[in-house]
């Protein structure tokens, strides 16, 4: 019960902190995924419900939008009723997608504010502000349609592989955020186990092994942990945790409960 009570009793036992030392860090590894996987699941449904129905508002938007487009091995063909150069357009009304088959070379003010602009035979992305990175899109179809062989894209096919990827989304963003969390919260706890070095240099009892200090480093990262889920609710806590304070934080909960630990030995017996 101990273990799953963790991220509640690392805010403030002394006995908890006490348990990490004499176990192998196998006993802190086991604490950064059990609460990565606990972060996963409060980031998987922050984003669920706060910005996938924007995205999923903005996606349906520009698929409706989107033309007939034949795709041959030798590149892309627009209807010929279709007036070009044809913007696909946000909600807000920018541009995001330009489609002009009959134009070869594309500049960066031919791309306006435009993300992304579509030839025959090339496609063309903003990678930075004045940064176009080319696409040979001839090249790919001759790759993937073979003889006389083409495949259509319009709106209606655009709105169902939007919803095939997205009913994946849940599933997908648990997974990255578990990643991102156990992988980041990892190196942290590394780190911060150098740091813990010094305080358990002051020691005048045995000192920790560094084991111990693995795990009560990973321990003591949950106060700064907790108040970064929370800044995903609450927006200031972003700015007034930032680097230095997570390490102040951390490193004053390290030190008190480094010190604890001496002082829990020679505690009596009815504590």
Do not use: C
């Not at 980041?184 to 590394?190: D, M, R, T």
Request: glycine share 4%; aromatic share 14%.
């Amino acid at each position: 019960m101990n273990f799953f009570l963790a991220p509640l009793l690392s805010l403030f036992s002394v006995k908890f902190y006490r348990s990490l030392t004499g176990v192998s860090m196998l006993r802190g590894v086991l604490y950064l995924l059990y609460f990565s996987i606990i972060t996963a699941i409060i980031g998987a449904i922050f984003v669920a419900f706060a910005v996938l129905p924007g995205v999923d508002k903005e996606a349906n938007w520009i698929a409706k939008q989107i033309p007939n487009l034949t795709f041959t091995a030798e590149g892309m063909k627009a209807d010929a009723a279709l007036l070009q150069p044809y913007n696909i357009k946000t909600q807000n009304g920018k541009i995001a997608v330009i489609i002009d088959t009959q134009k070869e070379a594309v500049t960066d003010k031919d791309m306006g504010e435009a993300y992304v602009f579509i030839t025959a035979k090339k496609a063309f992305v903003r990678s930075d502000v004045h940064e176009l990175s080319v696409y040979d899109l001839a090249g790919e179809m001759k790759n993937e349609v073979k003889g006389d062989r083409s495949f259509i894209i319009n709106s209606g096919i655009a709105a169902e592989f939007y919803q095939a990827i997205r009913q994946w989304a849940p599933l997908f963003l648990l997974v990255l955020f578990f990643l991102i969390a156990f992988i980041w919260k990892a190196i942290a706890a590394f780190l911060y186990s150098i740091v813990a070095l010094l305080p358990n240099l002051l020691r005048k009892e045995q000192r920790l092994n560094y084991q111990a200090l693995f795990n009560i480093s990973a321990a003591a990262m949950t106060p700064i942990w907790i108040l970064q889920i929370l800044s995903w609710f609450i927006a200031p806590l972003a700015i007034s945790f930032n680097f230095f304070a997570a390490l102040l934080l951390t490193a004053l909960y390290q030190a008190v409960f480094i010190f604890a630990t001496r002082e829990a030995k020679t505690v009596t017996p009815h504590e």
